[in-house]
């Protein structure tokens, strides 16, 4: 069981936005400004696309967009596009030494 | 560019040992610690745990049998797992990612896939 939790599947048309939710605890996602988001796509290594709760790293498009509330933490994806299709991993850090990612969601655009 | 090169596959027995390499470039080795990543066919992402590049002290996560080693070799900046007494669960990819800061993995290996099968 992963310490944080993901609804495993999302779906939207292209154009449309979803969003991603990630539930932890006041011990990781509630306690730190330190969420990451991966994207997987089949048979590829994850790729970061968004580090402490909300930034970009250089590359990846601002349709992406990361927010925290609580213990929830969210990916917002708009304008979704075929090529967003993938398998996206949440990460929070956990204090010293400890960290985790979310078991998953699968998002398809349809 | 920054890019993490990890060994090839891998085919061992039950009750071998293994040892998995990634070798970085375009960066400073000794600055980020080099995190460990295992996924398990069909399932999500496990982290492993880190070592620390300054100092090759390693940290395993808390639910990770002592079977599993980190090490490196600053002299040609490669980062090694080391698994011994495989058993068929240990069958997975394995990833190297270099952490920019607190779980924010910004570059990856391309995975190491070990397979244990008699």
């Known amino acids: ?110 | 560019q920054v890019q993490l090169v990890q060994s090839g596959s891998e085919l061992e027995k039950p009750g071998a040992s293994v040892k998995v390499s990634c070798r970085a470039s375009g960066y400073t080795f000794t600055g980020p610690s080099i995190n460990w990543v295992r996924q398990a066919p069909g399932q999500g992402l496990e982290w492993m745990g880190f070592i620390n590049t300054k100092s090759g002290k390693p940290t395993y996560a808390q639910d990770l049998i002592g079977r599993f080693v980190f090490s490196l070799d600053t002299s040609v900046s490669t980062a090694y797992l080391q698994i011994s007494s495989l058993e068929a669960e240990d069958t997975a990819v394995y990833y190297c990612a270099k952490d920019r800061a607190y779980f924010a993995f910004d570059i990856w290996g391309q995975g190491t896939l070990v397979t244990v099968s008699s």
């Open chain 1, 1 to 110: 069981q992963s310490a944080l939790t993901q609804p495993p599947s999302a779906s939207g048309s292209p154009g449309q936005s979803v969003t991603i939710s990630c539930t932890g605890t006041n011990s990781d996602v509630g306690g730190y400004k330190y969420v990451s988001w991966f994207q997987q796509q089949p048979g590829k290594a994850p790729k970061l696309m968004i580090y402490e709760v909300s930034k970009r790293p250089s590359g990846v498009p601002d349709r992406f967009s990361g927010s925290t509330s609580g213990n929830t933490a969210s990916l917002t994806v708009s304008g979704l596009q075929a090529d967003d299709e993938g398998t996206y991993y949440c990460s929070s850090y956990g204090g010293t030494n400890k960290g985790a990612f979310g078991g998953g969601t699968k998002l398809t655009v349809l």
